[in-house]
C-alpha cells in the first residue's frame, strides 16, 4: 500500500505512512476478534508484545521526523526488497 500511496497518490514519505497505519488498522481489529474467538492467541506473551510494540511506535514516530524523505524512502525500498528476497528463497 505504502508504495502506491507514494509513487501513484504522490503523497510524501510521512503521510503515506500515517496514512497505511490507520487504514490497516479496522482490519487488524476485525482479524483480532477471529482470532480471539478461535483462541489463537498467546496471553502470556500478548501484554510483552503490545508494551514493545508500543515503544517502537513511538521512538520509531519520532525517529522518522529526523531522517530525511529521500533516505526514509531509501530505507523502505531496501526493507521491501530484502523482505521479497527472504520470501522467495
Same mark, same amino acid.
Given at each position: 500500500?505504502? *508504495?502506491? !500511496?507514494?509513487?501513484? !497518490?504522490?503523497?510524501?514519505?510521512?503521510?503515506?505512512? =500515517?496514512?497505511?497505519?490507520?487504514?490497516? @488498522? *479496522?482490519?487488524?481489529?476485525?482479524?483480532?476478534?477471529?482470532? /480471539?474467538?478461535?483462541?489463537?492467541?498467546d496471553w502470556?506473551?500478548?501484554?510483552?508484545?503490545?508494551?514493545? =510494540?508500543?515503544? =517502537? =511506535?513511538?521512538?520509531?514516530?519520532?525517529?522518522?521526523?529526523?531522517? *530525511?524523505? @529521500?533516505? !526514509?524512502? !531509501?530505507?523502505?525500498?531496501? @526493507?521491501?526488497?530484502?523482505? /521479497?528476497?527472504?520470501?522467495?528463497?
Amino acid at each position: 500500500m505504502h *508504495p502506491a !500511496l507514494t509513487r501513484i !497518490l504522490k503523497l510524501d514519505e510521512y503521510k503515506a505512512r =500515517g496514512t497505511t497505519l490507520i487504514t490497516i @488498522f *479496522p482490519a487488524i481489529l476485525i482479524a483480532s476478534i477471529f482470532y /480471539s474467538n478461535y483462541n489463537y492467541f498467546d496471553w502470556n506473551k500478548i501484554l510483552y508484545i503490545v508494551i514493545g =510494540g508500543c515503544i =517502537g =511506535g513511538f521512538l520509531g514516530a519520532i525517529i522518522m521526523k529526523k531522517i *530525511p524523505k @529521500f533516505y !526514509l524512502a !531509501l530505507i523502505f525500498d531496501i @526493507f521491501l526488497i530484502g523482505a /521479497s528476497i527472504k520470501n522467495i528463497i
